[in-house]
């Protein structure tokens, strides 16, 4: 069976967005950034937090006026100013609220104080046939946000919402209403909602915002090309990587594979892509369709097991083979068949896989730090501990965690893994997504058999854990597009 490309999915997923940009229905569906674009914003100062003396803050307004308020002096002498922003990550299994708190220094400075988050489940694409509940599900995080953020800043903060994978993948009718039922909601909040405020966002933005927040907490912002941080983002519907690279890019390669950030004196040339359907979920999807109207059993499935899997629209029968259950070997082979290696991509020996360029490695793609649902497996198979927010650890680990799940059988899967994604849904599938995490790091993004990489799910940040999610790299993209002055103007 084959599958249609990634690539070409995801375009049709977002042609439907390009479209009349002063039609108020269609820019809730309006790309985030342009696909080549140079970010100019206040960007990434660090600092250690000081106490100070108290004196008046002045809004950061712009051409308009200042409003004082008590507040603690900035170490330069000077007034504080202050600027909030909420973005609202609306993931494929999920919605996560973040709110940031950020220093302005001089004109063109930010300095992160303190943020908040919050989570919550299902995702909005649950609710395709009921839009109105997915706004309805966004309250209590806008309440925490409301919390978090001091009342005499609230008419100055933005709140937007990035919408990812699980809704590229419905329907654009069912997309438009949904997004427009959020933004419904979020205008009921005292926050400014802008005109852009509510999009799809594609996963390009999703891998460039993803750099620039790790490479922050990292303090590798304005550093050479070569000391950034190469970032591995598992989502539920797609996967992106995105790091600095130092050389020229291939005549054959796309225009939207490489973002220019100019921050701190520095400026990089960002490798980004973003896969969709090779996300945790989707690639599930991807994996077992082929096994849907044949009879053999599935070597990724532990020995005992018959059921269905859901994703999206889809729907397929699963069940393991009767007498060998799953086989290592034999799903590693699935795997790669799938993820299709042996498309060209235009570039000889330089291809990840789907046809997609890899980025040519070099650069700063040497320090590889891996989030979302990798960590997740990694913490639930038992190669880092449970509780562990940030570990190094090695390709091996994946596979001696592969040799151990896959040789169980479903009853004792079930009983040693019962905690397995915090969902019985997924015990069913470990086998394979521990496999599959295993051949994306290292075929999909050719990792080094003996070099570490990071599995991070917290940074230690101003001695307080932060999310290491691209929330961060997008409301500091909201404050560098928006003065002050045209965000308190906004009705």
């Known amino acids: 069976m084959r599958r249609v490309g990634a690539k070409a999915r995801q375009q049709r997923s977002v042609n439907f967005m390009k ?24 960007l990434l100062f660090q600092r250690p937090q000081q106490a100070g003396s108290t004196r008046k803050l002045e809004r950061l307004e712009g051409k308009a006026g200042s409003s004082p308020l008590d507040v603690p002096e900035s170490d330069a002498g000077g007034p504080v ?79 937007e919402l990035r919408a990812t994978a699980g809704l590229r993948m419905l329907h654009h009718t069912e997309v438009q209403r949904i997004l427009e039922e959020v933004h419904s909601v979020l205008q009921s909040y005292p926050f400014k909602v802008l005109d852009d405020a509510v999009s799809v966002m594609e996963g390009s933005d999703e891998g460039v915002f993803m750099w620039v927040s790790t490479n922050y ?27 600095a ?58 020995k005992g097991y018959i059921g269905r899997y859901h994703y999206v629209e889809d729907n397929v029968s699963v069940k393991s ?3 060998e259950g799953a086989s290592v070997d034999q799903c590693i082979a699935t795997v790669e068949r799938e993820m299709h290696f042996d498309e060209d991509c235009g570039v000889e020996g330089e291809c990840s896989f789907d046809g997609v360029w890899s980025g040519g490695g070099g650069g700063g793609s040497k320090r590889n730090f891996v989030s979302s649902y990798i960590v997740d497996i990694a913490r639930d198979v038992g190669v880092i501990p ?30 040693l893994f019962s905690h397995y994604l915090n969902n019985d849904t997924d015990i069913p599938f470990i086998c394979m997504d521990v496999i599959y995490a295993y051949v994306l790091l290292k075929k999909g993004f050719q990792l080094s058999e003996g070099q570490q990489f990071t599995l991070v799910k917290q940074f230690d940040y101003k001695n307080k854990k932060v999310e290491a999610a691209w929330p961060l790299g997008a409301a500091i993209n909201t404050i560098g597009k928006h003065t002050l002055s045209e965000v308190i103007d906004k009705e």
């Open 81 to 159: 100013r202050y600027r909030c922003a909420v973005v609202i990550d609306a993931g494929s299994t999920g919605s996560r609220i973040h709110a940031f708190k950020f220093e302005v220094l001089g004109s063109d400075q930010l300095n992160l104080l303190d943020s908040a988050f919050k989570a919550i489940e299902p995702g909005l694409s649950s609710f395709a046939t009921e839009p109105e509940q997915a706004g309805k599900s966004l309250l209590p995080l806008l309440d925490e946000a409301r919390k978090f953020v001091p009342e005499e800043l609230h008419q100055e903060t933005t709140v």
């Open 217 to 243: 907490y990292l303090g590798n912002i304005g550093k050479p090309t070569e000391a950034t941080a190469s970032v591995i983002d598992l989502g539920g519907g797609s996967v992106q990587r995105a790091f």
């Open 386 to 415: 449970r509780k562990s927010t940030r570990s190094s650890v090695l390709l091996e680990d994946f596979k001696k965690a592969a040799d151990r799940v896959c040789g169980l059988d479903y009853e004792s899967t079930t009983s």
């Open 321 to 323: 083979d009767e007498e």
């Open 245 to 302: 690279i130092s050389g020229p890019v291939p005549d054959a390669v796309s225009e939207d594979s490489i973002r220019t950030i100019s921050a701190a004196g520095q400026t990089y040339n960002v490798y980004v892509h973003s896969y969709l359907g090779y996300g945790l979920k989707a690639s599930r999807m991807n994996f077992l369709k082929p096994f849907d109207s044949v009879n053999a059993g599935h070597p990724c499935m532990t």
């Open 19 to 42: 479209g009349n940009t002063n039609s108020k229905k269609k820019s809730y569906l309006a790309i985030l950034i342009p696909c080549t674009v140079i970010f100019f914003v206040f």
